[in-house]
């Protein structure tokens, strides 16, 4: 039961038609006195939000007042990041600020809970920058973790092109040392160097022309020393940001938007698409919050994606690039890691294989680095958007949202069901390729008819982003199907409650990423309504029963 209520927090900096956010308490994993950490985008800043920590003393706090409306707000409790919660601020009160609103005046409510540890249970994956890791299993590694080598074998793979180097080069660790060489006017940073009979590397940085360096993690063995006089190519092409627009016959975007993935990664985020005949580009460059990726300002790193063939031809297929961000010397080089999580860098391709689906597969030059992944639909309903500027609203960009939908579902390789969900958003076909037809976000799946609220509470907000890019049973699209003994093609939601259960509740690897992962467990409380956990433990599937301890300590 809440408490009378006493007083809020005026965060500010809203003075007119500001917003607020009413606090919920989990008592049973926060414990007063607490600290609070409240992010809030800026209109006007040098790209970095605000942050300012407040002491919540007792449940008489209860209200985040004087807010910007329609923000994505970020909340921390005693700087645990297992407690991270993204909460939309909602629509704004008009006229002066009220400092002090009632809880039920808010437009939002922030569940503050602290989640359980993730992966405790979980065999550990091959973990080769464990300084850098969460520990024994953490968030991007059911698959198993790239390092450096495997991430560099990827871009060879999809981007082999070689050129011969003038002169000669030796190494010792990642430092390499040529001989008669132009390295200045020859590489650029992002480039691969490879020598001899030694696989390629990624160039970090060119001291002159005779000195480079490689992309080494520390936590991995140094690359095996080259002996001199070795000759080496330049191997790859699409290895800057501006090099991947050019060679992909960049000629301006046919589609643009800028928001903030509140329901899985966290970041502020401006996202561009064009086509080249019948093959399709996208990137996306991630900021702090979405009023930074409003502004182009204090880039973080850029991922990009292109469904083309290979370098040797065939069919198209999903490939990866990731690409420098910020302003200095390295803005725009390709590299070949990010960091998600909060958790430190993990390495592509996996990295990226764990949410777009597919099965990784160790690259050659044979496979063509052809994970067989997917796009991932843009669902408009999780996404936060900017409550300063009008023309970045949901409503101002909703058609060129149809229009990455429609290429996601018309140019890629979508699963069955992302085909359900992206027809069943505009209402069919028709309304995809039909301009100024808007989402419908309550889409419920045909196969979820008999279950609509579990789908809308639980599986849509911790399971849909990832689950519906893959294949049947495990795109999550049909709450109940076949036996599991006979045909586990057919079953359904259901019939994998054995599997939900100890992924879910035992070896807590599910949801496998950290916004989502901390979204289900603060919603999952007694003080959450919704309460996510209850409804499943309550929809009868196979194996999951109300009286398991869900979280297993």
């Known amino acids: ?304 994606m292109e469904y083309s063939p290979g370098p040797s031809g065939g069919a198209p297929y999903t490939k990866f690039y990731v690409f420098f961000g910020g302003t200095g010397a390295n803005a725009g080089a390709r590299v070949n890691f990010a960091d998600l999580d909060q958790n430190g860098i993990k390495f592509v391709p996996r990295l990226c294989v764990i949410c777009h689906g597919g099965s990784y597969v160790a690259p050659t030059a044979a496979n063509q680095g052809n994970m067989g992944s997917r796009f991932i639909a843009f669902d408009l309903a999780s996404y936060g958007y900017s409550g300063f500027d009008a023309s970045f609203s949901r409503a101002s960009q909703e058609d060129n949202f149809r229009l990455l939908n429609q290429g996601v579902l018309e140019n890629t390789n979508p699963s069955a069901a992302q085909q359900e969900l992206i027809k069943g958003w505009y209402g069919g076909q028709t309304g995809v390729d039909t301009s100024g037809t808007t989402v419908t976000d309550g889409f419920v799946p045909t196969g979820w008819s008999a279950q609509p609220t579990l789908y809308t509470d639980v599986v849509r907000t911790s399971c849909r982003t990832c689950h519906v890019d893959r294949d049947p049973p495990l795109d999550w699209n049909l709450f109940s199907g076949g036996s599991i003994a006979y045909d586990y093609a057919a079953t359904g939601f259901k019939e994998n409650g054995p599997i939900i259960q100890p992924f879910l509740c035992e070896m807590r690897i599910m949801p496998h990423a950290l916004v989502p992962y901390v979204a289900f467990w603060s919603n999952s409380t007694s003080v959450s309504s919704p309460n996510r956990l209850s409804e499943l433990q309550a929809a009868g599937l196979d194996g999951f029963l109300p009286s398991y301890a869900c979280p297993l300590n």
């Open 1 to 304: 039961m809440r408490a009378a209520h006493f007083s809020a927090i005026d965060v500010g900096p809203a003075t007119t038609d500001a917003a607020c956010i009413a606090l919920n308490v989990d008592v049973g994993t926060i414990s007063f006195p607490f600290s609070l950490a409240v992010t809030v985008p800026q209109q006007f800043s040098s790209g970095v939000p605000l942050t300012t920590t407040y002491s919540i003393t007792n449940a008489a706090t209860d209200v985040l007042a004087e807010l910007p409306p329609n923000e994505p707000i970020v909340l921390v409790v005693n700087g645990i990041l297992y407690s991270q919660l993204i909460v939309n601020s909602g629509a704004g009160t008009p006229g002066a600020a009220n400092p002090n609103p009632a809880p039920t005046s808010c437009g939002a409510t922030a569940n503050l809970a602290v989640a359980p540890t993730p992966g405790l249970g979980a065999i550990p994956s091959p973990d080769s920058v464990a300084s850098n890791q969460l520990g024994a299993a953490g968030f991007f590694d059911y698959y198993g973790l790239d390092d450096q080598n495997s991430a560099d074998a990827y871009y060879a793979a999809i981007d082999p092109t070689a050129v011969a180097g003038t002169g000669t080069v030796s190494s010792v660790g990642a430092a390499v040392t040529g001989s008669g060489t132009t390295f200045t006017t020859f590489f650029v940073p992002g480039d691969m160097i490879q020598a001899g009979a030694f696989a390629a590397r990624t160039i970090a940085s060119i001291t002159d022309d005779t000195h480079l360096t490689t992309f080494t993690d520390p936590a991995i063995a140094p690359p095996p020393s080259i002996t001199p006089p070795t000759a080496y190519n330049k191997v790859g092409t699409k290895t800057t940001l501006s090099r991947f627009q050019s060679l992909n016959g960049f000629p301006g975007d046919k589609a643009s938007a800028v928001y903030f993935n509140a329901n899985d990664l966290g970041f502020g985020r401006s996202m561009h698409m064009w086509q080249s005949g019948v093959n399709i580009f996208y990137y996306v460059t991630n900021y702090h919050d979405v009023e930074s990726a409003r502004l182009g300002i204090n880039s973080i790193a850029t991922v990009a």
